[in-house]
């Protein structure tokens, strides 16, 4: 099994070797990933990432309730709910 996080494109760039390159924020954390998988993402869509590739993209009405998800996860673990 695979987790794929979704965080929205803030640039998007090419690195030395060519490949597009897409600063990547995951709710307040920015990373890099590598948007080669999705050359159709732009500036502002959400996609999915898994180990550092954007591997599809999504709307922000899924995004969003991704992250609600994850929040009602983080809020289990921090009330020690199974």
Same mark, same amino acid.
């Given at each position: 099994?695979? +987790?794929?996080?979704?965080?929205?494109? +803030?640039?998007?760039?090419? !690195?030395e070797g060519? +490949?597009?390159?897409?600063?990547? !924020?995951?709710?307040? =954390?920015?990373? !890099?990933?590598?948007l080669a998988y999705v050359p159709e993402a732009k500036?502002? !869509?959400y996609v999915i990432i898994h180990a550092g590739f954007a =591997?599809?993209? +999504?709307d922000e009405a899924q995004a969003q309730e991704t992250f609600k998800y994850l929040d009602e996860l983080d809020r289990a673990a921090a009330e020690g709910t199974p």
């Open positions: 099994m695979c +987790l794929g996080i979704p965080g929205k494109v +803030l640039s998007i760039s090419a !690195d060519g +490949l597009a390159t897409g600063r990547i !924020d995951f709710s307040g =954390i920015v990373k !890099d990933a590598c500036v502002g !869509d =591997i599809s993209i +999504l």
